[in-house]
């Protein structure tokens, strides 16, 4: 199928990842809706060539709106993303990750959409696994309800593969990181750094600093996002770098590239941190062609830029 002939809806489309999909959808010549309650998104990040529907995913009118657009990929971006708020508040995790995703597949059913691309996560689905970097092949482990939503999602795409006929890829991203991230979910330690670098504010780090995670930027997640919209694999695919980074590194570069000479905060660790997560993408690389093509300091680089540029923008 043409690029301009292809319909796409992205929940969260208005937020960190969703957005800049969209912009690469809309860049290829898609036809894009979104679908964003603009809890969390920005209407300033949303594209606007894409058609926006302002709900949750969890509303009737959802199965409408499936209907007047009639997708031929629905990216399921949306999500509740904050694993400390998902331990505080495990139902209201499950009724955005869980119930709002089965409200999407139902909706896509009624409609005739015909393939899901849902982006789990590869940071808080394995624990603390025993082999470094974690291939999909270990044993899923999830030490907070928000990587149990995650999992739970995922074992119910086979079945309505099965029951409904609906094709899905289930993308396992690391912890992604970039322009327009706001600092919660997995990932918000650049975002929260780099900002705070940027106003000459104090930095903050939890135990000490030793701790891993893989980092993987933005635009490399959406190139892997539309890999799998045109692959027959289901997945799941781990989406990341293959090496694990640690806090203090992380600080230490940013600082280099804000120019921040102040000594970070040392806190007590948190419980429930992973010590060190980084994940092996080769099945990625084999089913859909996909390896990261932005280097750490490339993107903390692009990243600190924006967030400059921002910052001035607003002061």
């Given at each position: 199928m043409a690029n301009n002939q292809r319909t796409a809806l992205v929940t969260g489309g208005a937020g960190f990842i969703g957005s800049h999909l969209v912009d690469a959808l809309v860049a290829r010549g898609d036809?894009?809706?979104?679908?964003?309650?603009?809890?969390?998104?920005?209407?300033g990040y949303l594209n606007p060539a894409a058609e926006l529907y302002g709900m949750d995913i969890g509303d009737d009118d959802v199965s409408n709106v499936m209907k007047a657009v009639r997708p031929d990929v629905v990216f399921h971006v949306a999500a509740q993303i904050s694993v400390s708020v998902s331990a505080r508040e495990p139902k209201f995790d499950a009724e955005t990750n869980i119930l709002g995703s089965l409200n999407i597949?139902?909706?896509m059913n009624a409609a005739g959409a015909p393939k899901m691309v849902f982006v789990s996560t590869g940071g808080a689905m394995y624990g603390e696994p025993e082999t470094l970097p974690a291939p999909e092949t270990l044993p899923a482990r999830p030490a907070a309800p928000y990587g149990a939503s995650k999992l739970a999602v995922e074992n119910y795409l086979p079945v309505y593969k099965m029951l409904r006929g609906i094709d899905y890829s289930i993308i396992r991203p690391a912890n992604v990181y970039g322009p327009r991230q706001d600092p919660h979910g997995e990932a918000g330690v650049v975002a929260i750094f780099t900002r705070a670098m940027l106003a000459g504010q104090p930095v903050r780090i939890f135990g000490d600093?030793?701790?891993?995670?893989?980092?993987?930027?933005?635009?490399?997640?959406?190139?892997?996002?539309?890999?799998?919209?045109?692959?027959?694999?289901?997945?799941?695919?781990?989406i990341g770098s293959g090496f694990g980074t640690s806090v203090n590194d992380i600080a230490s570069r940013l600082a280099g590239l804000t120019g921040y000479s102040g000594e970070p905060e040392r806190l007590p660790p948190r419980p429930g941190d992973l010590?060190?997560?980084?994940?092996d993408a080769s099945l990625a690389k084999k089913d859909l062609g996909w390896s990261p093509t932005?280097?750490?300091?490339?993107?903390?680089?692009?990243t600190v830029d924006w967030f400059r540029s921002e910052m001035s923008a607003r002061a």
């Amino acid at each position: 199928m043409a690029n301009n002939q292809r319909t796409a809806l992205v929940t969260g489309g208005a937020g960190f990842i969703g957005s800049h999909l969209v912009d690469a959808l809309v860049a290829r010549g898609d036809s894009v809706a979104v679908i964003d309650d603009m809890s969390t998104g920005k209407s300033g990040y949303l594209n606007p060539a894409a058609e926006l529907y302002g709900m949750d995913i969890g509303d009737d009118d959802v199965s409408n709106v499936m209907k007047a657009v009639r997708p031929d990929v629905v990216f399921h971006v949306a999500a509740q993303i904050s694993v400390s708020v998902s331990a505080r508040e495990p139902k209201f995790d499950a009724e955005t990750n869980i119930l709002g995703s089965l409200n999407i597949l139902d909706a896509m059913n009624a409609a005739g959409a015909p393939k899901m691309v849902f982006v789990s996560t590869g940071g808080a689905m394995y624990g603390e696994p025993e082999t470094l970097p974690a291939p999909e092949t270990l044993p899923a482990r999830p030490a907070a309800p928000y990587g149990a939503s995650k999992l739970a999602v995922e074992n119910y795409l086979p079945v309505y593969k099965m029951l409904r006929g609906i094709d899905y890829s289930i993308i396992r991203p690391a912890n992604v990181y970039g322009p327009r991230q706001d600092p919660h979910g997995e990932a918000g330690v650049v975002a929260i750094f780099t900002r705070a670098m940027l106003a000459g504010q104090p930095v903050r780090i939890f135990g000490d600093g030793t701790d891993e995670r893989d980092y993987v930027y933005v635009e490399d997640v959406v190139d892997a996002l539309i890999r799998a919209s045109n692959c027959p694999g289901t997945g799941p695919y781990n989406i990341g770098s293959g090496f694990g980074t640690s806090v203090n590194d992380i600080a230490s570069r940013l600082a280099g590239l804000t120019g921040y000479s102040g000594e970070p905060e040392r806190l007590p660790p948190r419980p429930g941190d992973l010590r060190r997560i980084s994940l092996d993408a080769s099945l990625a690389k084999k089913d859909l062609g996909w390896s990261p093509t932005t280097s750490l300091n490339d993107g903390l680089r692009q990243t600190v830029d924006w967030f400059r540029s921002e910052m001035s923008a607003r002061a």
